[in-house]
């Protein structure tokens, strides 16, 4: 069966600290991923996706991710954090051949000053 | 360009009382979804379209039904609510399943209590 699973539930980091969030999916087609945002009180704001091609890819706000299909895995990366980045993070998965995606149940960033 | 707009962005409703949440967008996507969002739980697909007047269900769609009679509208009802309901809901839309139209855009949510 298809999966998402995001391993960590809340993150906690200092401001201008790296951050690296985890999402491992399950899934017999080629997959295809995306990373979205949801600050508190708002809807989800797409960050980047994945479809083909170059494995590392960039996003919005200075996000980065690299799909590596060996791990299964979709990781969120950022080299310096800020505090405007608290939110919670959502790892999705979709395919070829269905209609929809599949989303992790996310991780929640916590940013001290 | 509005994009994806939701309402009520609020409603307290009490158990077996029926109301009915509507979703409108405005970027000719064919695709639209709904979501309810709960803690630790991510989100789960409640019912989904896949053009104008056509449903599916999703992963949890009992005690909802929905509608598309008009490609821009997408409503969620609930007949007989019941305190399990209590969630945030979120409407999505994308302009197709396949890539690279696929991306979900999504509204603001609305935050339904049951009580």
């Known amino acids: 069966a298809q999966s998402v699973t995001q391993p960590d539930i809340h993150i906690t980091v200092s401001e201008g600290a790296s951050l690296e969030l985890r999402c491992n999916y399950s899934?017999?087609?080629?997959?295809?991923l995306f990373w979205y945002v949801q600050s508190p009180g708002q809807g989800l704001q797409l960050l980047l996706k994945y479809f083909s091609g170059d494995t590392l890819v960039q996003g919005i706000k200075g996000f980065e991710a690299e799909f590596k299909r060996s791990q299964s895995s979709f990781n969120l990366r950022k080299p310096s954090v800020h505090w405007s980045d608290a939110a919670e993070y959502f790892c999705a998965v979709g395919a070829y051949n269905t209609d929809k995606l599949i989303f992790g149940t996310g991780t929640r960033l916590q940013v001290f000053p | 360009n509005a994009g994806v707009t939701q309402t009520p962005k609020f409603r307290v409703l009490k158990t077996g009382q029926s109301m009915t949440l509507l979703c409108a967008q405005d970027m000719n996507h064919e695709y639209m979804y709904w979501y309810r969002q709960d803690p630790g739980m991510g989100l789960r697909l409640i019912h989904y379209?896949?053009?104008?007047?056509?449903?599916a269900k999703g992963e949890v769609p009992d005690g909802y039904n929905v509608s598309r009679l008009k490609k821009q509208n997408f409503l969620l009802g609930l007949e007989s609510a019941a305190p399990s309901q209590t969630s945030v809901y979120f409407c999505?839309?994308?302009?197709?399943?396949?890539?690279?139209?696929?991306?979900?855009?999504f509204g603001p949510g609305t935050r339904l209590t049951v009580l």
């Open positions: 899934y017999g087609a080629t997959p295809y």
């Open positions: 379209s896949v053009g104008e007047g056509t449903t």
């Open positions: 999505a839309s994308s302009l197709l399943a396949e890539p690279p139209y696929n991306e979900q855009f």
